[in-house]
């Protein structure tokens, strides 16, 4: 399912060769897939190699191959783009509602189960190794831009009927997407959820405040 919808809204917005389509939706190519985000998740982006990749997905060296090159660079950015769909699929029905407040509370809500989940915090393990990685970073970054695009879209869509204005969208955009961020990496060394949950809460009705003039 997420890889189908992933390639039905990537097409829109950049070319993907046949092959990569036919790697995503079988059963193969999605076990290789979820075995790249647990020894991600378990190892960091520089012990995911692709041998132990095949190891953790029960393939040969050359099944992976034959699903997504030999490079180790362009299954990270499949991986990438799985991930990134992952998150796109719990976060846009949330935003299909006609009660501008009660969407913006089930995004802020929605934060409360993505700050812990595993998907979350390999996104941001192949983020930060573009940093340190040039080659990586030409390939993700530009990624990340156009999949970035397709959930702005969403609040648009969304809050400008609301009587927000773009820049309005973009600053709370970029605080959800900061909080959200900096609650993943928290997490990692403190294991007190409420903590947490509760700046959720705060940040709901902070922002449902400021930015839609509501209590």
Known sequence: IYATNRI???????????????SRSDATGQQILEATVECIYKYGYVGAT??????????TRGALQHHFGNRRIDLMQEAAEYLYDIYFDQFVPLIGGSDPRQTLSNIWQLQKTLFKQRETKVLIEIWVACHSDGELAEKILPLFK???AS?????LSRFVPAGLAPDA??????????????AAVEHLISSD????YELFDLADKMTASYFLNTK
């Not at 692709?50 to 393939?59: D, F, M, R, T």
């Not at 959930?151 to 609040?155: H, N, T, V």
């Not at 969208?169 to 900096?182: A, D, N, S």
């Not at 959820?193 to 947490?196: E, L």
């Open 8 to 22: 039905n809204r990537l097409t829109a917005t950049m070319p993907i060769k046949s092959s990569s389509r036919q």
């Open 50 to 59: 692709l041998s132990v990749i095949a190891g953790h997905a029960n393939v």
């Open 146 to 148: 156009k999949l970035d």
């Open 151 to 155: 959930l702005e879209e969403e609040w």
């Open 169 to 182: 969208i973009q600053q709370l955009r970029y605080l959800q997407r900061t909080m959200l961020r900096g």
């Open 193 to 196: 959820d409420k903590v947490f």
